[in-house]
């Protein structure tokens, strides 16, 4: 299988990255010392490239209308052009298709980042979903007619759905971030000083949010693929170094940041992945899944983990409680830290603060129940 390859692919190779097929993409693992990079970011600026994650722009008029039924949750708490709101996509069951940023634009536009590894069925989902909600409620569709004509019904306008394969993602993540973008881009700094967390703005040809996945401030920068190499250059040219997936990974962990595919996925619901807070069900708003949410009892919930013996915690390790049996849902050294930690579902009825085992090579080591993020904005906040 030919692997999909980011418009940065030929400089990683130039930086000597190691390549790794990630969800059929080629993307740089490392460049040198994985731990190097993950505290390079943590106490300067790394940068990532993130390209293979998919834009996706929704637009019409009954684009707010089908994102309110869309997601967990509530897209009416965007009402600044900017601001951005992170939900789970859910299936009738509650269990979770994706997590995503979606972002107002304007009234008639919402744009999607959605994860690489379920962007194709993001997509199908997408376009089922809003073909079903348009014939469920034409009103939402209709468009305004300019003079009101008796007998003369509105038009429908159908909603569009368009990815865009041409644009690229680099991640500017650390405490130098905006000193670095700043440097890098001539003239953002005006525009960009004062940008809030989960907001964005466009500056020419690029748009650029306060988010990230790290725990650290910084930016996410979309842009037209093809001036993505140039970009990158230019942020390294003042001081930002290369950071691969090995970093990225450790770092959104110790940020107590869910990956799907790990810690949710299309088999559990956000109330026991640690995602409660992102389910709006004030109101009366109908959203997917919002039903089988409410008669749902959760038996599990997401805990961070310290492991107090030596050792290193991983994936899919059982957890020994009081309550029942648990499994780690991702974990790793933590090098912010020294430590090893992880994120794992565990009884409901297992306590922060409580002690745990973990079977770890046949052996049953000892664990702390913590609340996670472990780490954020360069401090330790467990340990």
């Known amino acids: 299988m030919t692997l ?25 693992l490392n460049y040198a010392s994985q731990l190097e990079e993950h505290h390079q970011v943590r106490r300067d600026c790394g940068i990532f490239d993130v390209s293979h994650m998919r834009v996706v722009d ?6 707010r209308s089908f994102l309110r039924y869309l997601l967990a949750n509530n897209v009416d708490k965007l009402t600044t052009p900017g601001k951005a709101l992170y939900s ?57 007619l300019a003079t009101p004509v008796a007998g003369e019904t509105p038009a429908i306008q159908p909603l569009e759905i368009t ?9 500017i993540q650390g405490p130098s971030a905006r000193q670095k973008l700043w440097s890098a ?7 960009t000083e004062k940008l809030l967390p989960f907001n964005a703005v466009v500056v020419g040809s690029m748009f650029i949010a306060r988010t990230g996945y790290t725990g650290e401030d910084g930016f996410e920068v979309i842009l037209p693929a093809k001036a993505a190499p140039f970009f ?50 004030s109101g009366e708003r109908e959203f997917i899944g919002r039903a089988a949410l409410q008669a749902h009892l959760p038996h599990k919930k997401l ?53 745990v085992e973990v079977l770890i090579r ?13 780490v954020r904005n360069g401090r330790a906040l467990v340990g």
């Open 303 to 355: 805990v961070g983990l310290l492991l107090l013996d030596r050792g290193v915690l991983r994936s899919h390790q059982q957890v020994h409680t009081a309550a029942g049996a648990g499994e780690i849902t991702s974990g790793s050294y933590a090098p912010t830290l020294e430590k090893s930690i992880a994120l794992a579902r565990v009884p409901v009825g297992v306590q922060i603060g409580e002690q």
């Open 88 to 144: 789970c996509m859910l299936l009738e069951s509650g269990c979770v298709i994706d997590d995503l940023i979606v972002y107002f634009m304007e009234e008639s536009w919402f744009r999607l980042v959605v994860n690489a590894g379920t962007a194709d069925k993001d997509l199908a989902w997408l376009r089922l979903q809003a073909a079903a909600h348009a014939e469920a409620h034409p009103e939402c569709y209709a468009t305004a």
């Open 163 to 171: 990815d865009h394969p041409e644009l690229g993602i680099i991640a």
């Open 232 to 281: 990158w250059n230019s942020l390294l040219a003042q001081g930002a170094k290369p950071a691969g997936l090995g970093a990225r990974d450790t770092l959104r962990l110790e940020a107590g940041m869910n990956l799907y595919g790990q810690d949710m996925d299309e088999t559990v619901n956000p109330l026991e992945s640690g995602l409660a807070w992102t389910v709006d069900v």
């Open 58 to 63: 929704l637009k019409g008029v009954g684009v």
């Open 4 to 28: 999909k390859q980011t418009s940065l692919n030929e400089l990683h190779r130039g930086l000597g990255a190691k390549m790794v097929d990630f969800g059929g993409w080629d993307m740089p």
């Open 362 to 374: 046949e052996k049953l080591l000892k664990a702390q129940v913590v609340k996670y993020p472990f």
């Open 185 to 191: 881009l001539p003239g953002s700094q005006r525009l």
